[in-house]
């Protein structure tokens, strides 16, 4: 029985940033930073990934479209692992992850505004630097406002520009 | 038991990961129940993704609890398949919803002491919990932002909301002392530096909880009396009707999947 040649790492990180996040179609799962790593084990692929939220419900579905796109290459032994620690965070959205992100109508995240569970001392360190400023993903404006912390999925917070008047998504930084 | 031998590390594990599956899980289907009926959209949405948050955790928590027992017991088969005496979790978070503000509140005194748990946690010796708590603390820093802006934003607002939340605050707050009284499997895990020793979060938790709450014009009552009992499995009566409507349809449809 001959080997198959295996494909190259190179070449299956490449089919896996063609595969849409289910929730937000427009950016791929290695744009979100979610692929910790690519590995073969002998003949075994090993594909690491990362939950975003411990509870997002399109954890099993973003499995399920890993495993699907690498047979339909033609890979057949494949190991999914998922890998807590580090945590997932949204500095690791590619800079063309936020660009398709804003060209679609989310607001990208802002670095360094991450949730610390300290508000008080938050607001106070935010006011005395720049403001948490969301640009409208729309018109551009800085202009805007939060509407509420959470959104349609769990990775977004509602927002609203005072200039165009519409609502967006901004992906909450984590 | 007769004697009062010390837990094995192995049997402390094990029970603090049911006590906090148990916490996560049961405040998640509390305030789920939320789902549809709050009082404004942005409120529900927010309500029911914190509920998937702690949902998640609790995959993480009973997963391992059910990994370290090592009878072959699942995260699912923990929560779907055990009776209320065998529930882990304080009282706080089996209390009923009540309204807007109770749910609120409940949640803020919860997440004050979840946030200093887990930032505990995460020192952890053991690094199968130190990454949940990792995992975790991200989402549970987000809570406990919400939760203390809305308290002051509701506590210091009209008369009526000022009413509410003080008559929520007045009508919990004897349900916060479980959440700092140890016993010997804390002890064990503190000594092994797995877990922080409850008391030890005590000041910590009491110093945000006072702030914010001074911040919202609310009065901290001043009855010492606490109720405890959960986290032994001596639950109040509420905790059972929420297993009923939680764990149905494994108990009729044993082993059902989708
Ligand atoms: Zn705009």
């Given at each position: 029985m001959t080997q198959p040649v295996l494909p190259s790492l190179d070449q299956v990180r490449q089919w896996l940033s063609?595969?849409?996040?289910?929730?937000?179609?427009?950016?791929?799962l290695t744009d979100l930073g979610i692929i910790r790593d690519v590995n073969w084990d002998d003949d075994t692929l090993v594909v690491t990934v990362t939950p975003t939220y411990s509870g997002c419900p399109a954890t099993s579905v973003i499995n399920l479209d890993i495993e699907n796109e690498l047979r339909a290459r033609g890979i057949e032994k494949i190991t999914l692992k998922r890998q807590l620690s580090p945590p997932w965070t949204t500095d690791w959205i590619s800079a063309e992850g936020r660009e398709k992100l804003r060209a679609y109508g989310i607001a990208p995240p802002i670095d360094g505004t991450a949730a610390d569970g300290r508000l008080m001392e938050r607001i106070e360190r935010l006011a005395s630097g720049s403001n948490l400023a969301v640009a409208c993903p729309r018109c551009g404006s800085s202009r805007t406002e939060m509407v509420s912390r959470f959104g349609s999925t769990p990775c977004k917070a509602s927002w609203r520009c005072h200039d165009c008047l519409e609502p967006f998504d901004y992906f909450k930084c984590i | 038991m007769a004697t009062a031998a010390t837990p094995s590390v192995n049997d402390a594990l094990v029970e603090f990961l049911l006590r906090t599956g148990d916490n996560t899980l049961i405040l998640g289907h509390r305030i789920s129940e939320w789902c549809g009926h709050s009082p404004v959209l942005e409120e529900d949405i927010a309500l029911a993704n914190s509920a998937l948050d702690l949902i998640g955790q609790t995959q993480l928590w009973l997963g391992l609890a059910g990994e370290i027992e090592g009878k072959g017991r699942t995260a699912d088969n923990l929560a779907y398949l055990r009776d209320a005496a065998e529930f882990r979790n304080a009282l706080l978070v089996e209390r009923p919803n009540g309204d807007f503000g109770f749910t609120l509140m409940r949640q803020f005194l919860f997440d004050a002491w979840h946030f200093e748990l887990l930032t505990a946690l995460t020192q952890s010796k053991d690094p199968r919990i130190a990454e949940i708590a990792a995992k975790s603390l991200k989402e549970v820093s987000y809570h406990i932002e919400r939760s203390a802006d809305l308290i002051v934003r509701l506590g210091d607002g009209t008369a009526e909301s000022h009413k509410r939340m003080q008559d929520a605050l007045d009508q919990l707050w004897s349900y916060t002392g479980e959440l700092f009284i140890g016993d010997a499997y804390d002890d064990v895990l503190a000594e092994a530096g797995i877990a922080p020793h409850p008391a030890s979060l005590k000041d910590k938790w009491l110093a945000v909880v006072s702030r914010t709450l001074s911040e919202a014009t609310l009065k901290i009552p001043s009855s010492t009396f606490m109720h405890k009992g959960g986290k032994r499995g001596i639950h109040t009566e509420h905790l059972g009707f929420i297993l009923a409507e939680m764990q149905f349809l494994q108990r009729a449809y044993p082993g059902a999947t989708w």
């Open positions: 063609v595969v849409p996040d289910p929730e937000i179609p427009v950016i791929s | -």
